[in-house]
Nanobody, 126 residues
Framework: QVQLVESGGGLVQAGGSLRLSCAVS????????MGWFRQAPGKEREFVAA????????DYADSVKGRFTISRDNAKNTAYLQMISLKSEDTAVYYC???????????????????WGQGTQVTVSS
């Protein structure tokens, strides 16, 4: 059973930074494309960032481009989301997701992913 565990969320002032981590259990982390999504109260879950299984390609939602960076360390079975210049509208529960992949595609759709973490709360105070 694959498990994803997010960490690194918290309360931060506007303009601040946080780094989220997503630890993936089991072997073959290198065969998962990874994604970060978020869900604010009363809103649907939305795409934030994605990275392919080898880390060679990334994609971002327009709302976070230039502020968020997705990365991965396949030796540590961990994906990251570095967030800077945080805004109040970034407040949400952030989820990481993994999709079994043997190619180099990246995936931005929620329903593409096979496994999800439990989420970590990010609150940005203005």
């Amino acid at each position: 059973q694959v498990q994803l565990v997010e960490s690194g969320g918290g309360l931060v002032q506007a303009g601040g930074s946080l780094r989220l981590s997503c630890a993936v259990s089991g072997r073959s982390f290198g065969n998962y494309a990874m994604g970060w999504f978020r869900q604010a109260p009363g809103k649907e879950r939305e795409f934030v960032a994605a990275i392919n299984r080898i880390g060679g390609s990334t994609d971002y939602a327009d709302s976070v481009k230039g502020r968020f960076t997705i990365s991965r360390d396949n030796a540590k079975n961990t994906a990251y989301l570095q967030m800077i210049s945080l805004k109040s509208e970034d407040t949400a529960v952030y989820y990481c997701a993994a999709k079994i992949s043997f190619g180099v595609r990246i995936y931005a759709q929620t329903n593409s992913y096979d496994y999800w973490g439990q989420g970590t709360q990010v609150t940005v105070s203005s």
